[in-house]
């Protein structure tokens, strides 16, 4: 079974923090993607990566970064973190050249 | 306005009855998948549609690529069935990505 996990489940910041989420897959998977999810607007991309190295922005990408310095592994960074960001935070990976996306559990961050 | 809606939003059933959630999409898709997510937050991919119908257990999707349409059913519900339902469609356009469109998501409740 493929998993991906995440490095936290519940996560308390405060605003200004440097926050890192980190995902971790174990299939060899070529893509990585980020997500957060909202009520009522479903799952936005924030960041994919396609390989290692690469990344590419998905449609909210503002105030977050990532890196992917190994295969396996992709983190979300967000560099100063704001109340705003309060969100359900899902990883998710892929193999290369197939839709079928395997989700992380997710981690619900808090930022006050 | 959003590319995927879903319908309806929020749906309550006894348990037994034969459920339908449906999707529309607005844009030229290469697939369209259905999701589920439990409380807690894991997803799982239930079914990729490119055309025609799949069946799984008591679980049938179908799709109607002129009409962008594509719906979920599930006979003889039960309340483990209680989740979120999420259609997502891989668009046509945007090269090799594997990006995906997800709709807002339809909260299904069984009661027993």
């Known amino acids: 079974d493929v998993k991906v996990t995440q490095s936290s489940r519940y996560l308390v910041k405060r605003t200004g923090e440097k926050v890192f989420l980190e995902c971790v897959q174990d299939?060899?998977?070529?893509?990585m993607f980020w997500y957060r999810q909202d009520p009522g607007l479903g799952l936005r991309l924030i960041y994919f990566?396609?390989?290692?190295?690469?990344?590419e922005k998905g449609d909210i990408p503002e105030g977050y970064s990532v890196s992917r310095e190994k295969k396996e592994r992709f983190s979300l960074i967000l560099e100063s973190a704001s109340t705003n960001q309060t969100s359900m935070y899902l990883c998710?990976?892929?193999?290369?050249?197939?839709?079928?996306?395997?989700f992380g559990p997710g981690t619900r961050l808090t930022v006050l | 306005k959003n590319e995927v809606e879903q319908s309806p939003q929020n749906l309550t059933a006894q348990e037994g009855e034969f459920i339908t959630i449906n999707c529309s999409y607005s844009?030229?898709?290469?697939?369209l998948h259905w999701l589920q997510q439990h409380p807690g937050g894991g997803i799982v991919s239930l079914f990729m549609?490119?055309?025609g119908k799949k069946k799984h257990g008591r679980l049938i999707a179908t799709i109607n690529i002129q009409e962008k349409h594509s719906s979920l059913h599930i006979t003889a519900s039960h309340p483990r069935d209680s989740a979120v339902y999420i259609c997502?469609?891989?668009?046509?356009?945007?090269?090799?990505?594997?990006?995906?469109?997800f709709g807002t998501g339809t909260l299904l409740a069984v009661q027993p």
């Open positions: 998710a990976s892929s193999p290369a050249r197939t839709d079928t996306q395997y």
């Open positions: 299939m060899d998977h070529e893509n």
């Open positions: 990566s396609y390989d290692v190295k690469m990344k």
């Open positions: 844009v030229g898709i290469s697939a």
């Open positions: 549609l490119s055309s």
């Open positions: 997502a469609v891989r668009p046509n356009y945007g090269g090799a990505t594997n990006k995906l469109i």
